[in-house]
């Protein structure tokens, strides 16, 4: 069965960074589509970066120059990296595998547990 590991969550100060991780397996991760997404408390799951197996990615407007999203097919592992971060990035961020499918605004395909990131102001 599909497994999504994310690690790398925590609390940071604002304006600092962090490195979120995504260890896929059950998957043949090199021609899956991946992405973040992140549900903060009360708020509906919004998509933060997506990452397409030829490596094309796209960005929330909120995080565009301020978060990169990368991959290692020989780790099967996806990356995002988190900087100049603020309080409202604070959230539950989740990764997500989804096969072909470019659709990131629709919420559909396998998804990990979940990784806690809180800035504090």
């Known amino acids: 069965q599909v497994q999504l590991v994310e690690s790398g969550g925590g609390s940071v100060q604002a304006g600092g960074s962090l490195r979120l991780s995504c260890v896929a397996s059950?998957?043949?991760?090199?021609?899956?589509?991946m992405g973040w997404y992140r549900q903060a408390p009360g708020k509906q799951r919004e998509l933060v970066a997506g990452?397409?197996?030829?490596?094309?990615?796209n960005y929330a407007d909120s995080v565009k120059g301020r978060f990169t999203i990368s991959r290692d097919n020989a780790k099967n592992t996806v990356y995002l990296q988190m900087n100049s971060l603020k309080a409202e990035d604070t959230a539950v961020y989740y990764c997500?595998?989804?096969?072909?499918?470019?659709?990131?605004?629709?919420?559909?395909?396998?998804w990990g547990q979940g990784t806690q990131v809180i800035v504090s102001s």
């Open positions: 997500n595998a989804r096969g072909f499918d470019f659709d990131y605004e629709t919420l559909r395909g396998s």
């Open positions: 059950g998957i043949i991760f090199g021609i899956n589509n």
């Open positions: 990452i397409t197996w030829r490596g094309n990615t």
